[in-house]
């Protein structure tokens, strides 16, 4: 089983790699229709609207843990990040639990 390098999701069937090539190193969310790559914006967009779409939150929240998941897979390490939010307001936000007591 390999890992996809961009998002982290774990690829076990043929289906789930690019192309169904087991060669490539990401899965098919993180392609484009030609089959290359996304960029780092395409992804940490993508990312976004996964989380905001599954969890929940705040875009801005939902940014921030993109990047933070992002900047730990190997297709991102190194990459800038152009953060939306400064980072003192998102631990803030993180650290108000008061949004859980609802």
């Known amino acids: 089983m390999k890992i996809c390098i961009a998002c ?3 690829m076990k069937d ?3 790699f690019v192309m169904n090539d087991t060669s490539k ?10 089959g290359s790559m996304q960029s ?3 992804k940490r967009e993508s990312l976004k609207n996964f989380i905001i779409r ?3 939150l705040d875009k801005n ?9 992002m900047e730990k897979l190997p297709a ?3 990459k800038t990040r152009i953060d939306g939010l400064c980072n003192a307001s998102v631990k803030k936000f993180l650290d108000d639990t008061t949004w859980l007591q609802r």
């Open 8 to 10: 982290g999701m774990p």
């Open 14 to 16: 043929i289906s789930e």
């Open 25 to 34: 190193d990401y899965c098919v969310y993180c392609a484009r229709p030609d």
């Open 40 to 42: 780092f914006e395409e």
């Open 54 to 56: 599954t969890q929940g």
């Open 61 to 69: 929240v939902a940014l921030k843990m993109a990047e933070n998941m």
């Open 76 to 78: 991102w390490k190194g």
